[in-house]
């Protein structure tokens, strides 16, 4: 009999979710109100820049993007997913190129956010306050977001989830040069999407090619893309209903907080990754991380809240629409 979570996860894309009608507001775990307020649509503000804050709204569903000094958490009314690794599609044109170039992770997180911005130009939403925030989480390997029950309860063994932030990056396997990446991070069996560039013909392909097939690989069972876009759609994407993704990142934020991608020492041929060549096991195990995946930081926002400086109530910005 199939899993409750994975009928979520597998809903087709011509269904229509009967959606609750709930504003942006009620989708706001009471313990980050002091921090983050309703904007508009699906979106919150807050001005308060700390790992500790986005490592929680991120455990918490929400995609952090950011405008000129505000951070603007998105939780989306219609996620565009792949579930993995049953609806992941991979053209035959997108295989054959693929051996030309190489794949890494977290070899190179400053030149990924250079070459994003330098791509996405004005639209870009990496401000230098999220980016900081991001090479936080980053750099620290892992932040473990504690998961706060709704009703408290003191017997409960406390509950926490790792939040792993990730750069990605393809390279052209002739040159050496650095071609395509985004940035991304898990949570649980859940990696999301962040912001990505491409240089190259058909390198973006390629690096979203590689990535889906390395996380089916690893056993993740959802690719979250954000806002849904035609080229998703290409990779065999859906929509997935707001309270179905949530509960799904509920149901494996903690028991699959294991999952991890290998990084930063092994760099795999494109080709290789597409057609699974390479096992889950030698993988991680090229990259020392069979039995640890680096320092950690273990704080919360709920225990330890970020100075009273960065928090609080503040104005509302100016509402400009963003894309992700």
């Given at each position: 009999m199939t899993k409750p979570q994975e009928r979520a996860v597998s809903?087709?894309?011509?269904?229509?979710?009967k959606q609750k009608k709930v504003g942006i507001e009620?989708?706001?775990p009471p313990y980050l109100r002091r921090f983050v307020t309703p904007y508009h649509g699906d979106f919150c503000y807050t001005r308060t820049y700390h790992f500790r804050l986005v490592a929680q709204l991120m455990m918490e569903g929400f995609l952090p993007i950011a405008t000129d000094g505000v951070m603007l958490p998105k939780l989306h009314s219609e996620r565009c997913v792949v579930t993995l690794p049953e609806s992941l599609h991979i053209s035959k044109s997108t295989r054959k190129k693929s051996k030309k170039f190489r794949f890494s992770v977290n070899r190179a997180f400053d030149r990924v956010v250079e070459e994003c911005r330098r791509q996405h130009g004005h639209r870009c939403w990496l401000y230098p306050e999220l980016?900081?925030?991001?090479?936080q989480i980053h750099q620290a390997g892992?932040?473990?977001?504690?998961?706060?029950?709704?009703t408290p309860n003191t017997d409960a063994r406390q509950e926490s989830c790792p939040v792993r932030l990730y750069s990605i990056e393809v390279w052209n396997d002739e040159t050496g040069d650095l071609v395509a990446g985004e940035l991304g991070y898990t949570v649980g069996s859940i990696y999301t999407s962040l912001t990505g560039f491409s240089s190259q013909d058909s390198a973006g392909s390629v690096q979203l090619a590689a990535l889906g097939r390395l996380l089916s690989t690893l056993g993740f069972s959802l690719w979250d893309l954000g806002m849904d876009m035609a080229y998703k759609q290409s990779l065999g994407s859906h929509l997935m209903a707001r309270d179905d993704f949530l509960e799904h990142v509920k149901n494996v934020r903690v028991s699959k907080g294991h999952l991890v991608l290998p990084a930063p020492v092994g760099i795999f041929n494109c080709k290789d990754l597409i057609d699974q060549v390479l096992s889950a096991e030698s993988m991680l195990a090229t990259s020392g991380l069979k039995s640890s995946v680096g320092p950690e930081l273990r704080h919360s926002v709920c225990h330890t809240p970020p100075p009273a400086s960065q928090g609080g109530s503040s104005p509302e910005p100016n509402k400009k629409k963003r894309r992700n």
């Open positions: 809903t087709p894309r011509r269904n229509r979710w009620g989708y706001i980016v900081e925030v991001f090479k892992q932040v473990n977001a504690v998961v706060v029950p709704k």
